[in-house]
C-alpha cells in the first residue's frame, strides 16, 4: 500500500487494494469475479501490479490457498467430553441426572455417544416427569417416558401461549382423562357443556357432563370458572387462580340410564346442586380442600345421603404451569350420617381410602341407592379401633353463624366484637361471655373433642365471614378458663370439662353453663346469617 502511495497510483487503486485484503481474510471473494473463479473454494484473492504507458494498475489474480494436512477425527469421541466418556456407565448416568430439562435436551446434541444414553435411559425420564409434574405417576397411551415428558412440555407451553390459560388447563385436563379435544362443544354420546354463564351473574361459566360407560357407568360433572379461566385478575394472588378448585361430581347412572338404547341426558339437579356450592364458597371464602366436609340441610331424596366429602379427584390433574396460577379440582363424594362421623371422628382422607378399597369404587362414585358401608361389621369394627388407637385429624371447622358476646350482669349483653370501649372493660365488669351457634354443629362439636382433646390436640371453630375463631385448647392444669384477644376466644379444656360436655350436650336450643367453667355460657341457637 506504502509503494503504491508513492508511484503516484490513484486513491481507486488504493481503495481496491484494501478491498481485496478485507476479503482475502474473510475468504469472500469479489462479486466480478467470473463464474469460474467462484466456484474455487480454496483460493483467496491476492493483489498484484504491472506497470505500463499508462502508469501502475492493480488487478486481481486467484493464489492457491494453502491445505494442512487432514487428520483422522474419532466421530464416535468429543475431546472436551472424553474424560466423562471414560467414566462407567452408571457414573456418567448419575452426572446427567442432575440436569433440568433444557440442560438435557442440549446435552443430547453434543456427540452420538450422549444422545444414546439420554435416549435409551427411560428411568432417566421418568424421574424428571415425576419431578416436574407431581401428578404423573404412570405412563399413558403406550408412550415412553421420554414421549410424557415431550408430551407434557407441548402441554405447557400450549397453556403459557394461550389467550386464556385457564380455561385451556382445564380443557387439557378433559382430553388427557377422556380425550375430549379442549375446543369441542358438544358431542351427544360422551359429552356436553351445559352453559351457565356469566348472564346470570353465576361463579360458574359451565358445567361440563361426560358420560363415562367404562367400569361402573356414571355421570361426571366438571366445573369452569371457580378458578380464572381468561385473564388474570391483578387483585388476586399470583400463585393461585380464582379460588384455586374446579368442583367434580360423579353420579351412579340408574338402571333405566345404563338400559337406554339411545343416548340419554344426565340428571340436572346435580348442575343447580354443584352450582349452589359455588356460590357458597364466593359468599363465605370458604374454600373446599382435600379432606373437608360439609352436611346437608336435609338428606337427598330417596337417599341416605346426608352430607359431603371432599377430596381430589381421581383422575383430572392440573398439572401444568398456569400464568393464572394453580387449581386443582375437588370432588365432592356423598355420605351417609355414620359415615361422615366416623370419617370425622378418625381420618377422613384415610376413611375415603377404606372405603373405596373395601366396596371396589375407587372412582368415588356417588350412589344415592347404596346403602352405609358401616353396615358391614368388619368394616364398622375396624374404624372403631382405628379411631381409638389414632383419633381426629379433623382440628378445624367452618362455623358460618357464629358469634361471642360478653353479657354484663346489669346492663344486658353487649357485642364484643362491635363495642371496642366494652371489649377493654370485660375483664373488669362483671357478666359472663356467651358462645353462640348453631344447633347443628353440635355433633361435630362433640367429635372434635372425643377424637382432639382426648389425645391432648386442639381444635378451632372458624367464622370467616365475620371473621373470628373459637379455639379449643387442652389445658395444661386441671383447671379450665376462658380468654379473650382481639378476634380470638380462647378456651382451655381440661378433662373434666371435656367430660362435662360429653355428657350435657345435645342438639337442642338453649343454654349450657359447667361448673368446671366459670362466667361462660354456651347458647345454642338459630342465627341469621
Known amino acids: 500500500t506504502k509503494r503504491l502511495k508513492e508511484n503516484g497510483s490513484g486513491l481507486v487503486l488504493f481503495r481496491a487494494h484494501l478491498l481485496c485484503i478485507t476479503m482475502s481474510h474473510r475468504n469472500v471473494e469479489p462479486n466480478h469475479l467470473n463464474s469460474r473463479k467462484r466456484k474455487q473454494k480454496s483460493k483467496v484473492c491476492d493483489i498484484r501490479e504491472n506497470q505500463n504507458e499508462k502508469g501502475y494498475h492493480a488487478y486481481l489474480d486467484i493464489v492457491p490457498k494453502k491445505q494442512k494436512p487432514l487428520q483422522e477425527k474419532d466421530k464416535t469421541r468429543n475431546s472436551f467430553f472424553e474424560p466423562f466418556q471414560d467414566l462407567p456407565l452408571e457414573v456418567q448416568i448419575m452426572i446427567i441426572t442432575q440436569l433440568d430439562q433444557k440442560d438435557l435436551v442440549q446435552f443430547s446434541r453434543i456427540s452420538r455417544h450422549w444422545n444414546q444414553i439420554l435416549t435409551n435411559n427411560d428411568q432417566l425420564w421418568q424421574n424428571l416427569c415425576r419431578k416436574r409434574w407431581p401428578g404423573v405417576t404412570i405412563r399413558s397411551k403406550g408412550r415412553s417416558w421420554l414421549e410424557m415428558v415431550q408430551h407434557h412440555h407441548r402441554i405447557e407451553t400450549s397453556i403459557q401461549a394461550s389467550p386464556y390459560p385457564g380455561a385451556a388447563a382445564i380443557g387439557y385436563a378433559l382430553e388427557e382423562a377422556y380425550g375430549i379435544h379442549p375446543d369441542s362443544s358438544h358431542d351427544s354420546q360422551a359429552h356436553y357443556h351445559s352453559p351457565l354463564g356469566r348472564r346470570n351473574q353465576e361463579p360458574v361459566d359451565t358445567i361440563t357432563i361426560v358420560s363415562c360407560d367404562t ?8 366445573t369452569w370458572g371457580l378458578s380464572e379461566l381468561n385473564e388474570k385478575d391483578p387483585n388476586n394472588p399470583a400463585e393461585v387462580s380464582g379460588w384455586g378448585i374446579e368442583l367434580s361430581f360423579r353420579l351412579a347412572k340408574t338402571p333405566e340410564e ?12 346435580p348442575i343447580h346442586f354443584v352450582q349452589s356450592l359455588a ?6 371464602s370458604n374454600v373446599f380442600g382435600n379432606g373437608d366436609h360439609m352436611p346437608l340441610s336435609k338428606p337427598w331424596p330417596s337417599s341416605k345421603i ?8 381421581p383422575i383430572l390433574k392440573n398439572e401444568w404451569k398456569n400464568p393464572n396460577g394453580d387449581f386443582q379440582f ?12 366416623a370419617a ?3 381420618n377422613k382422607k384415610s376413611f375415603l381410602q377404606l372405603m373405596a378399597k373395601h366396596t371396589n369404587n375407587e372412582l368415588l362414585i356417588t350412589d344415592l341407592s347404596r346403602q352405609s358401608v358401616l353396615d358391614n361389621v368388619e368394616i364398622a369394627r375396624l374404624l372403631k379401633l382405628k379411631t381409638e388407637q389414632e383419633g381426629s385429624t379433623q382440628g378445624l371447622l367452618f362455623v358460618e353463624k357464629m358469634r361471642y358476646l360478653w353479657e354484663a350482669s346489669e346492663d344486658g349483653h353487649v357485642d364484643v366484637e362491635t363495642e371496642d370501649e366494652e371489649m377493654a372493660s370485660v375483664d373488669d365488669a362483671a357478666g359472663r361471655m356467651v358462645l353462640e351457634i348453631p344447633p347443628m354443629v353440635i355433633p361435630d362439636l362433640l367429635k372434635m373433642l372425643k377424637g382432639r382433646i382426648f389425645f391432648h390436640r386442639d381444635f378451632f371453630l372458624v367464622n370467616s365471614v365475620a371473621d373470628f375463631v373459637v379455639s379449643f385448647l387442652p389445658s395444661m392444669t386441671t383447671k379450665s378458663r376462658w380468654d379473650l384477644d382481639a378476634n380470638q376466644l380462647t378456651i382451655f379444656v381440661s378433662y373434666e370439662l371435656a367430660l362435662q360436655l360429653q355428657a350435657g350436650l345435645v342438639s337442642e336450643l338453649g343454654e349450657y353453663q359447667f361448673a368446671d367453667l366459670d362466667n361462660f355460657t354456651l347458647r345454642i341457637v338459630e342465627l341469621n346469617p
Open 258 to 269: 345404563i338400559n337406554e338404547t339411545e343416548a340419554t341426558k344426565a340428571p340436572d339437579w
Open 344 to 346: 370425622v371422628s378418625w
Open 279 to 284: 356460590r357458597y364458597i364466593c359468599r363465605s
Open 306 to 313: 346426608s352430607a359431603l366429602l371432599f377430596t381430589t379427584d
Open 330 to 341: 375437588i370432588q365432592i363424594f356423598g355420605v351417609t350420617d355414620d359415615e361422615v362421623e
Open 215 to 222: 367400569g361402573r357407568p356414571h355421570w361426571h360433572y366438571i
